[in-house]
T-cell receptor
Framework: DGGITQSPKYLFRKEGQNVTLSCEQN?????MYWYRQDPGQGLRLIYY???????QKGDIAEGYSVSREKKESFPLTVTSAQKNPTAFYLC??????????FGDGTRLSIL | KQEVTQIPAALSVPEGENLVLNCSFT??????LQWFRQDPGKGLTSLLL?????REQTSGRLNASLDKSSGRSTLYIAASQPGDSATYLC???????????FGPGTRLSVLP
């Protein structure tokens, strides 16, 4: 079955540490997105990529970095510069203006 | 900058009731609007997508309407069931077709 796989499901970060969240899709979608969700709030866009080797900052890109070396993969790195990283992170993909497909998310917490 | 709001923030109804969830957006220059369902600790599942030129979309017991000029959409759920309990989010896509803006969601509880 086609879909989006996010891993790990839970992740813990130590002070000063960078961590990377994985997002893989087998839907052959061109566009991929990373969102952050905090309790009681909507999703906020971190980064998005329309094609391989190209990506754009969203509304809250500071403290995050991404790469898009393959169409199927769009990993997100939460750097030590992100001072409040505790949140639920969601990856999505779509083609054109079609509905977005979402992964099951990664919950990041601080140790 | 586009802003999306949803009312109410939470709703609790007995099983069998018909209900309406509301979504408002500030900039009417949208390409489409989507309604999503989110179960606790999970990702979002797309329910309905309405193009800017459409007035409504239906899927089973769900009906979504769009009034672009007034910046409003409603999601109507008929004959609610306990399995409908979830958070419902709306999102608009800008006219460039690149940026989705999400509302904060309405948390629905359907009591048996």
């Amino acid at each position: 079955d086609g879909g989006i796989t996010q891993s790990p499901k839970y992740l813990f970060r130590k002070e000063g540490q960078n961590v990377t969240l994985s997002c893989e899709q087998n839907l052959n979608h061109d566009a991929m997105y990373w969102y952050r969700q905090d309790p009681g709030q909507g999703l906020r866009l971190i980064y998005y990529s329309q094609i391989v080797n190209d990506f754009q900052k969203g509304d809250i890109a500071e403290g995050y970095s991404v790469s898009r070396e393959k169409k199927e993969s769009f990993p997100l790195t939460v750097t030590s510069a992100q001072k409040n990283p505790t949140a639920f992170y969601l990856c999505a993909s779509n083609w054109g203006a079609k509905p977005q497909h979402f992964g099951d998310g990664t919950r990041l917490s601080i140790l | 900058k586009q802003e999306v709001t949803q009312i109410p923030a939470a709703l609790s109804v007995p099983e069998g009731e018909n209900l309406v969830l509301n979504c408002s957006f500030t900039d009417s220059a949208i390409y489409n609007l989507q309604w999503f369902r989110q179960d606790p600790g999970k990702g979002l599942t797309s329910l309905l997508l309405i193009q800017s030129s459409q007035r409504e979309q239906t899927s089973g017991r769900l009906n979504a309407s769009l009034d672009k000029s007034s910046g409003r959409s409603t999601l109507y759920i008929a004959a609610s069931q306990p399995g409908d309990s979830a958070t419902y989010l709306c999102a608009v896509l800008d006219n460039y077709g690149q940026n989705f803006v999400f509302g904060p969601g309405t948390r629905l509880s359907v009591l048996p």
